[in-house]
């Protein structure tokens, strides 16, 4: 057999064993089609072979909670734009938001999505559905239908499913298709326009905060939920130590998954300073120990998978006062970088990252993808994990540049993507 494409030479790393080594891999038909440890064998044929040059190979990341912003607000972004983005990062599969204008709830609008996702990337897209018509919390959607329209999940994104009646339907009637539910935990009265996390420095910059209990009253509820429904579940982003306390008695009880976003991996209330509107998200960034307590939560496994949480917003909604500013980061492009200062730092492995990043993301999906493995998907990023660069937003793909890491310097570059085996992106 000669194998279409033949990486030699590299650092493989394989997210399923937990290991980092050399090796080589070898692809056919757009699937993986053989690894091995250290050279591949002298007679192994190719139509084209590519010198690692020791370099990082692993599994393309798979980003839950990618916000596109078609319909709607294209001047944000586009698939086009969001494809280009997500491929410099070595984001190979992207999961997109349904909180679009109007939102994903229908079978004509998630047709659309997808057609507009074939035509403009060459990343792959899986469409979330809203939970709820309008994401509007009253009247849950056709979730049959979405399923077979093609919809992975369901989520109203950052809008709480206020009334308990309409949500506990939801999630009994996703429970009997087997559809996956995501969530946002958070108590809404006690984070109704809070703009960054209570404490002395909320105080001292005049800022109206949000106690981090908020965060486990919200999560307490949607466990209570998901135990009486039994639904299949994923909180999106979990931030705080507190709910981290909440989830240990529940996490091998219920089918749950818990993910975080990278930005409150790495940055910290005190990076709003002086009311730089980049850094305000949702939920806003927390103290160091949540952090802390949340990194150590990706390596031991309580939290299962790190997204970008991608949200465009274009200059004039971030050029306000903080209070007033709109919430959220791009992040699918930095996701990777942003991961390995971690990693740098010497807090998580590189196969961990891999892990929380690709292969957890692609199970909960039931996804193939994000393994290194003979026969699945030749998704695959060549990244040099220790090349330093500073990062200039206007240099991003994405349309919109509202990233917390402008100026700051970075350590890892993507060297080239590959989707199905074919190369999607390369860097000059």
């Not at 120990?289 to 997204?307: F, H, M, P, T």
């Not at 740098?344 to 199970?363: C, F, I, N, Q, T």
């Not at 200039?392 to 793909?397: H, I, M, S, T």
């Amino acid at each position: 057999m000669t194998l279409d494409l033949l990486f030699q030479n590299a650092q493989l790393i394989n997210p399923e064993t937990g290991t980092v080594g050399q090796g080589a891999l070898g692809v056919k038909d757009g699937q993986i089609a053989e690894v091995w440890q250290g050279a591949a064998p002298g007679e192994t044929k190719a139509a084209q072979v590519v010198d690692c040059a020791e370099k990082h190979l692993g599994p393309g990341l798979v980003d839950i909670g990618v916000k596109v912003c078609e319909p709607g607000e294209r001047h944000k972004e586009s698939f086009r734009s969001a494809g280009r983005a997500a491929a410099a990062g070595g984001v190979t599969s992207i999961v997109t938001r349904p909180d679009t204008l109007p939102a994903i709830d229908s079978p004509e609008t998630l047709e659309f999505v997808l057609r507009r996702a074939r035509e403009a990337t060459d990343v792959r897209v899986y469409p979330m559905a809203a939970l709820t018509k309008g994401r509007e919390g009253r009247e849950m959607t056709e979730i049959g239908f979405l399923l077979d329209a093609g919809a992975v999940a369901f989520s109203d994104g950052d809008r709480v499913v206020t009334n308990t009646k309409v949500f506990s339907r939801a999630l009994t009637y996703a429970n009997s298709l087997g559809a996956l539910v995501l969530g946002h935990v958070q108590e809404p009265v006690l984070s109704d326009g809070a703009a960054v996390t209570s404490g002395k420095f909320a105080s001292l910059r005049g800022l109206p905060g949000v106690s981090p209990m908020a965060e486990r009253m919200g999560l307490e509820r949607d466990l209570a939920l998901i135990e009486m429904t039994g639904a299949r579940y994923h909180v999106d982003q979990i931030t705080t130590a507190q709910a981290l306390g909440a989830l240990a008695r529940a996490k091998g009880a219920l089918d749950m998954t818990v993910g975080t976003s990278i930005h409150h991996l790495t940055l910290n209330a005190l990076d709003v300073a002086d009311y730089r509107t980049f850094f305000k998200l949702k939920p806003p960034l927390r103290d160091e120990e949540d952090r802390l307590a949340c990194v150590e939560a990706v390596g031991s496994g309580a939290i299962d998978i790190i997204s970008s949480m991608h949200t465009p917003q274009d200059e004039e909604s971030k050029r306000l006062p903080f209070e007033a500013a709109a919430s959220g980061a791009v992040g699918v492009e930095t996701m990777l970088s942003a991961a390995l200062r971690l990693y740098h730092a010497g807090y998580l492995e590189l196969a961990v990252l891999w892990r929380a990043m690709s292969l957890a993301p692609a199970k909960r999906l039931g996804l193939p993808q994000g393994r290194l493995q003979a026969g699945a998907p030749a998704d695959l990023v060549l990244c040099d994990v220790n090349a330093p660069y500073t990062l200039d937003r206007f240099a991003l793909q994405s349309k919109s540049q509202n990233t917390p890491f402008d100026g700051a310097l970075m350590q890892g570059k993507v060297l080239a993507t590959y989707v199905a085996g074919e190369k999607i992106y390369e860097r000059n």
